[in-house]
């Protein structure tokens, strides 16, 4: 995933993972001088939640001496997550949830972030957890050529897109919690506002309870999809990319999932 010359812009979202993630990195870093790091923290604009965790990144990276960065979603887009959310719901489009929304912004957000800083890969705090839990939503919506595209290093498929790895994928949260206690890393633990994944709420209780009868399902699932993906990418065609009408970035379609939604607010 690393090289000693890499330029990573960490996602730092002021909670334990990416702060554990933050602070291991920045470890690293001592004995690696040639690489760069630079923390990205997207600001969603959530009224009394997102604030906190801006102020807390901020202090640890302030503590690590990495320069920190944030972009915003106002900035980049025009609106808040907080008036996207109140301007869909009050024109009665109650289809897709804040967490749809901020999905999808979040992730051209982080990329836009990382091109800002002139990083050349994305480290995000994914833990084995996380891999897990998204292996088997994809499962249950049927979206099995996910799998063969969300892995902990993706492929550099478009030079708008920075290459983005997950270096905790095979770490259990536990443990990545455990980290930021034993370290006494000042983390933000208040959920967000909006978090309403009902889906990943109950494979997580799903896949906790199996790990507890059966040590080791986590890994067992994480590596299964290992072994498989390379057939599953052999069968996905090959994803052209074209350019977004609308923003000039990357899209599979004429216009991109980002200013697909944006249209329905404005
Ligand atoms: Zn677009």
Same mark, same amino acid.
């Given at each position: 995933m690393l090289r000693f010359d890499d330029h990573l812009a960490i996602a730092v979202s002021g909670g334990k993972d990416s702060l554990s993630l933050l602070h291991i990195l920045a470890k690293m870093k001592r004995f690696r001088p040639k690489t760069q790091l630079t923390a990205v923290t997207v600001d969603e604009g959530i009224d009394g939640y997102r604030n906190e965790a801006l102020e807390i990144a901020a202090a640890n990276c302030k503590e690590l001496e990495i320069p920190h960065h944030i972009v915003s979603f106002k900035e980049l887009?025009? =609106?808040t997550l907080d008036e996207i959310v109140s301007r869909a719901r009050g024109r009665g489009e109650t289809e897709l949830t804040a967490c749809a929304y901020c999905g999808v912004l979040r992730r051209k957000a982080i990329n836009a972030g990382a091109r800002q800083v002139h990083a050349n890969k994305v480290a995000t705090a994914h833990t084995l957890d996380d891999e897990v839990q998204t292996v088997l939503m994809n499962i249950f919506h049927g979206d099995i050529m996910r799998l063969a595209k969300e892995k902990p290093v993706t492929s550099e498929?478009?030079?708008?897109l920075v290459q983005k790895i997950k270096? =905790?994928?095979?770490?259990?949260e536990k443990e990545s919690a455990l980290y930021a206690y034993v370290k006494n890393i000042k983390f933000q633990d208040t959920p967000c506002p909006?978090?309403?994944e009902a889906l990943r709420n109950d494979i997580r209780g799903m896949i906790n309870l199996m790990e507890s009868k059966h040590a080791g399902t986590k890994f067992t699932v994480f590596k299964a999809i290992e072994r498989l993906r390379p057939a599953l990418e052999q069968t996905a065609a090959k994803e052209k990319f074209r350019t977004c009408t609308e923003c000039g970035e990357p899209s599979a379609l004429d216009v991109c999932k980002c200013c697909e939604m944006l249209r329905h607010v404005r």
């Open positions: 887009y025009g =609106f498929v478009h030079p708008l270096p =905790f994928c095979e770490i259990p909006y978090a309403s």
